[in-house]
């Protein structure tokens, strides 16, 4: 009787191995399924994430490319024979203007220098003109120079008038606008000078 009871302690063990046997690979298959659903969506995002690389490569390849053919129309332009008689053309109109440059550089330092010379004059002259008011007995005396040559402009001013009326007279109209017309511009003239002194 004894052995009945062994035999169903050793089927019972054998049995409980197999299902621990079967626990254990169901767990080691849930594991491996976990980590072939792990590494099939990493595979996935990293399918993803080279396609996207790719495609972003492929996008810069085009651009590249179509940079590439732009600068060749360019460089074909610029070699063509056209472009290069332009060239030539633009480059004389240049050499031209930079020697036009250089020659009025050169009359504006001559201007200048002109220039400094009658700044010298200009001084030389207001320095004997302030000698000679001195000479003349300052500023008083210039004053009375200045009411004398009043007193005559204005003095010639009226023989002038009286001398215009009567030679108005025995003119014909037309003679007497055109003169009248140079005498008033002499009149003036005169008082422009005049009052200068």
Not at 78 to 97: E, F, H, M
Not at 150 to 162: I, P
């Amino acid at each position: 009787m004894n052995r009945p009871h062994s035999r169903r302690s050793d089927g019972s063990e054998a049995e409980q191995e197999r299902l621990q046997e079967v626990n254990e690979l169901k767990m080691e298959l849930a594991k491996l399924q976990q980590s072939y659903r792990t590494k099939a969506s990493g595979s996935k995002s990293f399918s993803e994430e080279a396609q996207n690389a790719i495609r972003k490569q492929k996008q810069a390849i085009r651009q590249l490319q179509r940079e590439e053919e732009e600068l060749l129309k360019e460089l074909n332009l610029a070699r063509s024979t056209q472009n290069q008689l332009k060239d030539k053309s633009t480059v004389g109109k240049l050499r031209t203007l930079k020697d036009k440059e250089e020659e009025n550089l050169a009359k504006i330092e001559d201007e200048k220098e002109k220039i400094k010379n009658f700044d010298l004059q200009i001084k030389k002259m207001e320095k004997a003109k302030r000698d000679q008011h001195k000479n003349m007995g300052g500023v008083h005396m210039s004053q009375q120079v200045q009411v004398a040559a009043k007193k005559q402009v204005a003095v010639l001013e009226n023989r002038l008038d009286q001398a215009l009326k009567r030679s108005t007279l025995s003119w014909p109209i037309t003679k007497r606008r055109g003169n009248l017309l140079t005498i008033c511009d002499k009149k003036k003239s005169f008082s422009r000078i005049s009052s200068r002194s």
